[in-house]
């Protein structure tokens, strides 16, 4: 985390305006978790995490969450809050999340969201769209087939009926790979085609921030970060889990490839080759969804006076 925003931090004078929340986004692994408690201290306030790995108590060091340190310096929302065994869906966390800022509102004037989940991001930004009533046996028959044939057809299949939804969701997450077929199957209608519904209105301003580098720089700081990870004792955590590794919170990057090693399906090396590949291909995912958006502002990860100098025009426009 940055310190040098003194000269910066000795100008900001808070002032009654309309409510604003500062939404950091970008690649996993390239600094959001430091900016946004950079911001936290600057604007004296609390930080609310979107990144849909991070809110499961039983997941650690595989999804990078923020060291005690880094919980320690700022107050952060939406980490640890549920557990595994808990269907958390986005419009869940829609709700919760809008709650929750509504009452920090109140003593706050900034409210800093952090996350790499596009789809969270935008549930709190623009708000879901209402989405058809789904056939229960047609979703209770894909989980059979995901439990005993793996993603991999229904992967297929979600290609083949719903490329526009295929091409932009996080194929690493089984259950909203699942949400899409189940829709097109229930309904006939692609699920892509509903969102499309107009942005919703919120009672508070929203500036967003993107931060990205030089992908060969990215990629190394992801691959280190792995290396990290597994020095840290990601396995055991893997190991740990092996009881839930049943439920979709756990069929994700870090983790699948880890069960698969254990099952005996690949090599330890093997497995953590390709939990960097997967996280470089998800990282390029996270880019390519936040970049559609044009109302962020992207910066280099280490440009947090130009990013508070920027959101401080923001806020006096």
Sequence with gaps: MEDGNTEIQQSYNPKTLAKTLI???GPTAIGKTALAISLAQFYQTEIISADSRQFFKEMHIGTAKPSVEELAAAPHHFIDSHSVKTLFSTGDFEVQALQLMETLFKNHDRLIMVGGSGLYIDAICKGLDDLPEIDLNIREQLNQQFATEGI??????????DPAYYAKVDQANPQRMIRGLEVVLSTGKKLSSFLTASKKERPFNIIKIGLN?????????????VDLMMEAGLLS????????????????VGYSELFNYLDGKSDLESAVVLIK??????AKRQLTWFRRDEDTAWFEPNETNEIISYIQNKLKA
């Design 152 to 161: 991999e057809p229904i992967k297929k299949q979600l290609e083949e009926l």
């Design 237 to 252: 955590e893997v190991e740990s889990l092996l009881p839930y590794k049943q439920y979709n919170a756990l069929n994700t």
């Design 23 to 25: 939404v950091v986004v």
């Design 277 to 282: 590949q997967n996280t470089r291909r998800f």
């Design 213 to 225: 580098t030089d992908r060969a720089l990215l990629y190394e700081r992801i691959n280190h970060r």
